[in-house]
């Protein structure tokens, strides 16, 4: 099953112990309607984590996602295991607004949030 979701506006940061994306989908008045967030964390005491944050559900670990490939603007995540929380589904797939600004973001940071697990497409 795959889940498919569309957003305006990619953003790319990095704090203390954590490298992110934000996808989110925006109103003209720059209110958040809808977000997914992709978080690369390395802990003292961890194993390095991706997690997935949508709309303030939090889902994740350092086995969730099996392959990330990119082709354009789209972006499919194949997960190791069905997510409950988005009804079973076995990959996501995000397609964002080609502006300078998400591409840049984008190309920043999809190698520093997915590492190894980026494992094709095309630019």
Do not use: C, W
Request: net charge negative; charged share 25%.
């Amino acid at each position: 099953m795959t889940e498919t979701r569309q957003y305006d506006t990619v953003a790319f940061d990095v704090r203390d112990n954590a490298t992110m994306l934000f996808f989110a989908k925006t109103s003209e008045e720059g209110d958040i309607s809808d977000y997914l967030l992709l978080m690369r964390t390395i802990e003292e005491d961890f194993d390095e984590s991706i997690y997935i944050e949508i709309n303030d559900q939090q889902f994740g670990g350092h086995d969730l996602i099996r392959e990330a490939t990119m082709t354009g603007n789209v972006l499919t995540l194949r997960l190791h295991e069905p997510a409950e929380t988005l009804d079973g589904a076995t990959e996501i797939v995000l397609t964002y607004a080609e502006t300078a600004d998400n591409l840049e973001s984008i190309e920043v940071g999809a190698f520093r949030v997915f590492g190894d697990t980026l494992v094709g497409g095309n630019a």
